[in-house]
C-alpha cells in the first residue's frame, strides 16, 4: 500500500472537524549554538527544491488525502528562519495553501522572523499578503550573550523589527526570549525581561535552555568545554520572569508561555489541547485524529519522494482511544487553567491507572483536581512538569 493509501485508509476512520497547518521551512543564515532543529543555510537551488516540493505535498494532502474541505483556523510558518525566503515566495507559499485549503477568513497566520532578515517594505509585503502574527526569535537583549548564543542579531536588531513590525500594520507580535544558557547572569536576565516589556509585544515565550543533541553546544558539551544546563538557576531565572511579566500585565497561560489578555497563541493552543494540525516540509509533525506522522528530516528524501507522488513520511501510527486521552492529559497540562478529565468516568484499565497516577502526583503536591472534571499543574508542579509528564507516560 502507498503511503498516500495508507493514510487515506487511516484518515478514513478519523473525523477532524477543523485544521492548523505548520510549515516547516528549513532554512537559516546561522545555526545558533543551542540550535538541534532541522535546518541547512539557505542557498537559492535549495530553496527551490523545498518549493517544489511543497507544491506536491500541498496537492496530495488537498485532493489525494481529502483534506480540502476541512476548515483550517490556523496557519504557522516555522523552521529554521522563514524570513531567510523572500516575501515574494513566502506568499506564493501562502496562496498556495489558500488555494489547496479551506482557509477560514479570521484565520491566524503565524510566522517566525528573525531580526536580521526583515526590512520596513518586507514587513508591510507579508501583513498586506495576509500574515497576522509574527513570532520575533529575541533570545536576549545583551549583546555578549547573543554573540555567545551566535545568532549574530543584536538587540537593537529585535527593537527595530518591532518597531517596523507596527508600522507595517502588525498588531498582534510575540518575543521568543531563552534562559538559563551558559554565561548568562540573573542581572543580564532581568534587563532583556525588562527590555522585553519596553518593546510591549503581545505575547512572550521564555523557554528554558536544553542541551539538545546535534547542537553545537552539545558537541562542546561532550569535549567536555561547556556546561549543562543549571536546572537550579533556571528555576531561580523563571521566577524572575514569572515576576517581572505579571506586574507588566502579563498572563502566563503556558508553561513556557505567557500574553496580553486574548492573545494566547491559537496554533500552539492546538497542540497543547491536541487538536488536528497538519505538518508539512522536512521534519514537520503532523497529529490528525487518532493518526500521529512525520515527515523525513531531510530536504532531498523530502523533494525526492513527492516528485514521485509519494508522501515523505518516515514515521507513522495510530493510537488507541486511551493513548489519545493519556496524551491531552500530558499536553494539556502544560496550560495553567489545567485539563479537563472526566475522573468519575475512568473505568477501564488504563483509565484507572491514569487516575491512580493522578491522585499519586496530587498527593505529592504536583498536580491538584477541581471538582470530578479539572486537572491543574500547582506551582511545585509547574516547576516538575517533565516529571509530571513522565509519570504520566
Ligand atoms: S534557533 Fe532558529 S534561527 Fe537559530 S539556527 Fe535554530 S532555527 Fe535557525
Redesign the pocket.
Known sequence: MTAVAEFKNTLGRIHVENLGIYVHVPF?????R????Y?EMSRDDRVQTFLEGLDHELCLYARDAGLRNIPVHTIYFG???PTTLTSQQLIRMLNAIRHWFAVEDDAEVSI?V?PGTVTPESLATLRQAGFTRLSV?G?SFDQNELREL??RAFGGGVRQAISWARSAGFTNISLDLLFGFPGQSIESWQRTLDEAVAVSPTHLSCYAYTLEEGSPFYREVMRGKGAEPDQEFQVILEERAVERLAAAGFERYEISNYCRPGYECRHNMRYWQVQAYLGLGPSAQSCLGHARFGNVANLEWYADSLKKGTLPLDEMSCLSHDQVDCERVIWGLRMLSGVSVRLNSMENHQGRALLQIIHQLKNEGLLQVEGQERVKLTDLGIRYADTVAVALL
Open positions: 537559516c543564515r546561522v545555526r545558533c543551542f540550535c538541534a532543529f535546518m523552521g529554521g528562519t517566525e528573525h526569535g533570545q551566535g545568532g
